[in-house]
């Protein structure tokens, strides 16, 4: 099992640029997936990035080029580099983790982020 909480989210204009981490505790991070979800009102929620145990990396469509997953194992950390922030951007991102055969079971509990125009 892995417990995960993220910090890092703000307030900024558009163009600047956030990062944000996702700290896990509990059974060895490196044998999970880990990924950014995020989630606007009256929006569905969407997978921003994912990073498998092994460290591909994958990223949407609509935030490719502009946002970079990427973990420190041996910190048991996970980020989200965001730069060139839209207000589109706008959302609740949050964390997840997926053991190997499983599904996103484990999510924390989430870190603002408002991009003003």
């Known amino acids: 099992q892995v417990r995960l909480v993220e910090s890092g989210g703000g307030l900024v204009q558009a163009g600047g640029s956030l990062r944000l981490s996702c700290t896990a505790s509990?059974?060895?991070?490196?044998?999970?997936?880990m990924a950014w979800f995020r989630r606007a009102p009256g929006r569905e929620r969407e997978r921003v990035a994912e990073?498998?145990?092994?460290?591909?990396?994958s990223h949407a469509d609509s935030v490719k080029g502009r946002f970079t997953i990427s973990r420190d194992n041996a910190k048991n950390m996970g980020y989200l580099q965001m730069d060139n922030l839209k207000p589109e951007d706008t959302a609740v991102y949050y964390c997840?983790?997926?053991?190997?055969?499983?599904?996103?079971?484990?999510w924390g509990q989430g870190t603002q982020v408002t991009v003003s125009s």
């Open positions: 997840a983790a997926q053991k190997v055969g499983g599904s996103w079971g484990y």
């Open positions: 509990g059974r060895a991070f490196r044998n999970y997936s």
């Open positions: 990073i498998s145990w092994t460290g591909e990396v």
